[in-house]
């Protein structure tokens, strides 16, 4: 024979994730190609003497994993030992948090910025005890007068700091928010510390940007657990002008050029596909039609490795916050609200409504922020409405996150070939809190993965990361069992899924979101290498067991980058 296989697989379940989801037991890769596919039969003449052959003893070949939503360098700069690990069950109460605030500052000299990452109040036992209680700069103050502290919440949409980041920030009771953000105080008009969606720029202007070398280190480390994840491609949803000022600019445009050092010195060991964010949250479509020309052409690198796909767009916020836009009030009132400019209701639609209409008219792929039910009902009327306006074949907007996604909204977007990206591991992680804000009905309905499915809507999962970490066994068996974190409570049991609408959400429909499900997402003859190997047999996993099935191998371009494996 001419050409022999680098690596073939034997002796365990292949599952495709083909349009028939097949489960063959052998798989060969040659030059960075799958060149077979089938039984032993199929790929044993492609043996040859350079060929790798790895006995899978009944474990499972999938094709790689993809993150359809995670931002790269920030979950890189929030883990230690870059940042505090705020997150459960690192820390379980506010005076956890407290120590490990008083730890850090015994590490660093007098005026270091100390930084953390993950704290949620779902997990404090101080707020669970006491829903009105909320982290506060008193609680910071007293193991860190004089080192100003920022630490960011789970969600990226909350900051707390103390006096001292307040001093050097500059606000006081006298401060009036940007627009779409919020400065919370308490009863006297003081500011509690904590700052809300656009009001937490104010201190990352005062922060210093990371410098190119800490983005660098970030991307890596970020890397680094994606392969051990099984993870070969991901989204970053959002780098550009309107992400400067976000986590020290680790969503801002100088991460893009650190991807691109990466990629051209053979670093980049997983696929990235790029949302570019001209502005952030509150912006104007005369302030976005301005910004996304600015950003020019920035389509100069293999399109396999890195491709930017389109824009992102913020069109309200999110649930524990009460900003997300809903039909019906919160459980103690308010309806949020869209986040970009205009005085009432009306204005800030017209206005989201002619932000998309520019970003489609201009070609790119449209990627929204929307949460609420009526931000979703108002951004799918708005892309079905670009796309009459000016049309456009296979434009594959979609929606960025959709939990509260209504029926109406589903329609539109399937009619239209638009998708939607949800976050099973938020769901699992928030499932609880948010009956006490919106109620038990619509918390158990929200990411409503079955009723958009049988909508004919594409659904992509992404984990948000670092909002939440990017273990996609996790989010298989959350869509599968619908249960909580903190409690293993059953949250909206008629919305589950099997576990082969699952694996979809993460490979072939995920691939689809990146234009790329003619040649990645499943394992078929011709499609590229990616691959990953969980150990033992998933199809007949339970479910709970899933999430601690190791991940023993992962090749991305039919290279291995990580492998535990020992044959």
């Given at each position: 024979m001419d050409t022999y296989a680098d690596l073939v697989f034997l002796g365990g379940k292949v599952v495709t994730v083909d349009a028939e989801f097949s489960v063959a037991s052998a798989l060969a890769v040659t030059d960075g190609i799958i060149s077979a596919v089938g039984g032993p039969g199929d790929v044993e003449p492609l043996v040859g003497p350079g060929t790798r052959v790895v006995d899978l003893r009944g474990a499972?070949?999938?094709?790689?994993i993809n993150d359809s939503h995670l931002h790269g360098c920030a979950l890189g700069m929030s883990t230690p030992p870059l940042s505090l690990d705020l997150s459960h069950p690192a820390v379980s109460s506010l005076a956890d948090v407290s120590e490990a605030v008083r730890e850090a500052v015994g590490r660093f000299p007098e005026g270091t910025w100390?930084?953390?990452?993950?704290?949620?109040?779902?997990?404090?036992?101080?707020?669970?005890?006491?829903p009105a209680r909320q982290p506060s700069r008193s609680d910071l103050d007293t193991v860190s007068p004089d080192h100003p502290v920022v630490l960011y919440s789970f969600s990226g949409h909350a900051t707390w700091v103390n006096s001292k980041a307040l001093e050097l920030i500059g606000i006081d009771r006298d401060t009036v928010a940007p627009p779409g953000g919020a400065i919370v105080t308490d009863a006297a008009g003081e500011p509690t510390g904590l700052l809300h969606e656009g009001a937490q720029a104010l201190s990352q202007n005062a922060l210093p940007p990371l410098s190119r070398?800490?983005?660098?280190?970030?991307?890596?480390?970020?890397?680094?657990?994606?392969?051990?994840?099984?993870?070969t491609s991901y989204t970053e949803p959002g780098l550009g002008p309107g992400g400067d000022g976000i986590m020290r600019g680790a969503l801002g445009t100088e991460t893009l050029d650190v991807y691109r050092d990466l990629l051209a010195a053979g670093e980049l060991t997983?696929?990235?596909?790029?949302?570019?964010?001209?502005t952030g949250m509150a912006s104007s479509a005369e302030e976005f039609v301005r910004s996304l020309a600015a950003l020019g052409d920035r389509g100069d690198t293999d399109p396999r490795r890195l491709a930017i796909h389109g824009v992102k767009i913020f069109a309200d916020g999110i649930v524990p916050n009460k900003t997300s836009w809903m039909h019906e009030p919160y459980v103690d009132g308010?309806?949020?609200?869209?986040c970009v400019g205009g005085a009432n209701d009306a204005e800030r639609t017209a206005e989201i409504a002619a932000i998309i209409r520019h970003a489609h008219a201009a070609g790119h792929q449209v990627g929204v922020h929307v949460t609420g039910d009526r931000a979703c009902d108002?951004?799918?009327?708005?892309?079905?409405?670009?796309?009459?306006?000016?049309?456009?074949?296979?434009?594959?907007?979609?929606?960025?996150?959709?939990?509260?996604?209504?029926?109406?909204?589903?329609?539109?977007?399937?009619?239209?070939?638009?998708?939607?990206?949800?976050?099973?591991?938020?769901?699992?992680?928030?499932?609880?809190m948010e009956a006490e804000l919106v109620g038990t009905e619509r918390a158990a309905y929200a990411w409503p993965y079955r009723d958009a499915i049988d909508a004919g809507v594409r659904v992509a999962s992404g984990s948000d990361a670092p909002v939440t970490h990017p273990d996609w066994r996790q989010g298989v068996a959350t869509m599968v069992l619908r249960e909580s974190k903190a409690t293993g409570r059953i949250s909206g049991p008629e919305q589950r899924i099997g576990l082969a609408d699952a694996l979809r959400t993460y490979t072939i429909d995920a691939a689809w979101q990146d234009f790329a499900d003619d040649w990645k997402g499943s394992l078929e003859p011709g499609k590229a290498a990616d691959l990953c190997v969980l150990d033992g047999d998933l199809l007949a996993a339970d479910p709970h067991d899933i999430p601690k099935m190791p991940v023993v191998l992962t090749v991305v371009d039919g290279q291995v980058v990580h492998d535990t494996l020992r044959n």
């Amino acid at each position: 024979m001419d050409t022999y296989a680098d690596l073939v697989f034997l002796g365990g379940k292949v599952v495709t994730v083909d349009a028939e989801f097949s489960v063959a037991s052998a798989l060969a890769v040659t030059d960075g190609i799958i060149s077979a596919v089938g039984g032993p039969g199929d790929v044993e003449p492609l043996v040859g003497p350079g060929t790798r052959v790895v006995d899978l003893r009944g474990a499972t070949l999938l094709p790689g994993i993809n993150d359809s939503h995670l931002h790269g360098c920030a979950l890189g700069m929030s883990t230690p030992p870059l940042s505090l690990d705020l997150s459960h069950p690192a820390v379980s109460s506010l005076a956890d948090v407290s120590e490990a605030v008083r730890e850090a500052v015994g590490r660093f000299p007098e005026g270091t910025w100390i930084t953390g990452h993950g704290w949620d109040t779902g997990y404090l036992d101080e707020c669970l005890a006491d829903p009105a209680r909320q982290p506060s700069r008193s609680d910071l103050d007293t193991v860190s007068p004089d080192h100003p502290v920022v630490l960011y919440s789970f969600s990226g949409h909350a900051t707390w700091v103390n006096s001292k980041a307040l001093e050097l920030i500059g606000i006081d009771r006298d401060t009036v928010a940007p627009p779409g953000g919020a400065i919370v105080t308490d009863a006297a008009g003081e500011p509690t510390g904590l700052l809300h969606e656009g009001a937490q720029a104010l201190s990352q202007n005062a922060l210093p940007p990371l410098s190119r070398q800490e983005r660098a280190d970030a991307i890596r480390s970020n890397l680094a657990t994606l392969a051990r994840l099984g993870i070969t491609s991901y989204t970053e949803p959002g780098l550009g002008p309107g992400g400067d000022g976000i986590m020290r600019g680790a969503l801002g445009t100088e991460t893009l050029d650190v991807y691109r050092d990466l990629l051209a010195a053979g670093e980049l060991t997983a696929r990235l596909g790029v949302l570019l964010l001209p502005t952030g949250m509150a912006s104007s479509a005369e302030e976005f039609v301005r910004s996304l020309a600015a950003l020019g052409d920035r389509g100069d690198t293999d399109p396999r490795r890195l491709a930017i796909h389109g824009v992102k767009i913020f069109a309200d916020g999110i649930v524990p916050n009460k900003t997300s836009w809903m039909h019906e009030p919160y459980v103690d009132g308010g309806c949020g609200a869209l986040c970009v400019g205009g005085a009432n209701d009306a204005e800030r639609t017209a206005e989201i409504a002619a932000i998309i209409r520019h970003a489609h008219a201009a070609g790119h792929q449209v990627g929204v922020h929307v949460t609420g039910d009526r931000a979703c009902d108002t951004v799918a009327d708005a892309f079905a409405a670009a796309a009459a306006g000016h049309p456009r074949a296979d434009a594959r907007h979609y929606v960025i996150h959709g939990d509260f996604l209504t029926a109406h909204s589903m329609k539109v977007l399937a009619a239209h070939g638009f998708g939607v990206n949800m976050n099973p591991t938020i769901k699992w992680t928030v499932a609880d809190m948010e009956a006490e804000l919106v109620g038990t009905e619509r918390a158990a309905y929200a990411w409503p993965y079955r009723d958009a499915i049988d909508a004919g809507v594409r659904v992509a999962s992404g984990s948000d990361a670092p909002v939440t970490h990017p273990d996609w066994r996790q989010g298989v068996a959350t869509m599968v069992l619908r249960e909580s974190k903190a409690t293993g409570r059953i949250s909206g049991p008629e919305q589950r899924i099997g576990l082969a609408d699952a694996l979809r959400t993460y490979t072939i429909d995920a691939a689809w979101q990146d234009f790329a499900d003619d040649w990645k997402g499943s394992l078929e003859p011709g499609k590229a290498a990616d691959l990953c190997v969980l150990d033992g047999d998933l199809l007949a996993a339970d479910p709970h067991d899933i999430p601690k099935m190791p991940v023993v191998l992962t090749v991305v371009d039919g290279q291995v980058v990580h492998d535990t494996l020992r044959n």
